[in-house]
């Protein structure tokens, strides 16, 4: 069935450092990729998104690859800050019989920014 | 502009009684969906609804029933609660399914004792 993998499950930085998460997905026909962020104990919210047709994408200090032959794609984020810190889930979007599409996120990384 | 609305926040359930948690949209989006959140397991769909009058299983539907009663609203009903049902529960909306930004409602996070 559908999957998504997503490494490393947790990420420890010094500020300032670059962090990357990776994910992997299995559906060849997914076509959108977004990343959420959640911090503790509030709801998950969009920071950035890719569509297949896009390779790369940046927002500020967020950055977003993707390697549709390898079914890979990535979150880059440059001169981290503690604010940061908090959980990141990447997702894939696959369609289904009838034209729908569901996302399929990843079981999340814990990213923690030290001072 | 409230965005995605869940009622409650926190309940406690004994084993065997039934619950209904309660979602609402005011940005006119098509696509409603409930998710489950475990740790160390992500987001996992349970039920969506693609647009007004449509529902169907996501990856975890066992256990739960839906009703999309307008576009605004998408309630999920835990007939018999059992204890691996203890989980938090984001409701979230999209324009369209699948492929647009997901905003999410703040959860509920339930207990099942």
């Known amino acids: 069935g559908e999957n998504v993998e997503q490494h490393p499950s947790t990420l420890s930085v010094q500020e300032g450092d670059s962090a990357v998460i990776k994910c992997t997905y299995s559906?060849?026909?997914?076509?959108?990729f977004p990343w959420y962020k959640q911090e503790l104990g509030k709801r998950p919210q969009l920071i950035i998104d890719?569509?297949?047709?896009?390779g790369e994408k940046k927002d500020q200090r967020i950055a977003v690859t993707l390697n549709k032959t390898a079914k890979h794609f990535s979150l880059h984020i440059t001169e981290t800050q503690p604010e940061d810190s908090a959980v990141y889930f990447c997702?894939?979007?696959?369609?289904?019989?009838?034209?729908?599409?569901?996302?399929?996120f990843g079981a999340g990384t814990r990213l923690a920014v030290h001072p | 502009n409230a965005g995605v609305t869940q009622t409650p926040k926190f309940q406690v359930l004994k084993t065997g009684q039934s619950m209904t948690l309660q979602c609402a949209q005011d940005?006119?989006?098509?696509?409603m969906y409930w998710y489950r959140q475990d740790p160390g397991m992500g987001l996992r769909l349970i039920y969506y609804?693609?647009?007004?009058?449509?529902?169907d299983k996501g990856e975890v539907p066992n256990g739960y029933n839906v009703s999309r009663l307008n576009k605004r609203e998408f309630s999920l009903r835990l007939e018999s609660a059992a204890p691996s049902q203890t989980s938090v529960y984001f409701c979230?909306?999209?324009?369209?399914?699948?492929?647009?930004?997901?905003?999410f409602g703040q959860g509920t996070r339930l207990t099942v004792v």
């Open positions: 979230a909306s999209s324009v369209f399914p699948g492929n647009t930004e997901a905003f």
């Open positions: 559906d060849s026909a997914s076509n959108y």
């Open positions: 890719i569509r297949s047709n896009v």
């Open positions: 997702a894939a979007s696959r369609s289904f019989s009838g034209g729908y599409n569901k996302l399929i």
């Open positions: 940005m006119n989006h098509n696509s």
């Open positions: 609804s693609a647009s007004e009058g449509t529902t």
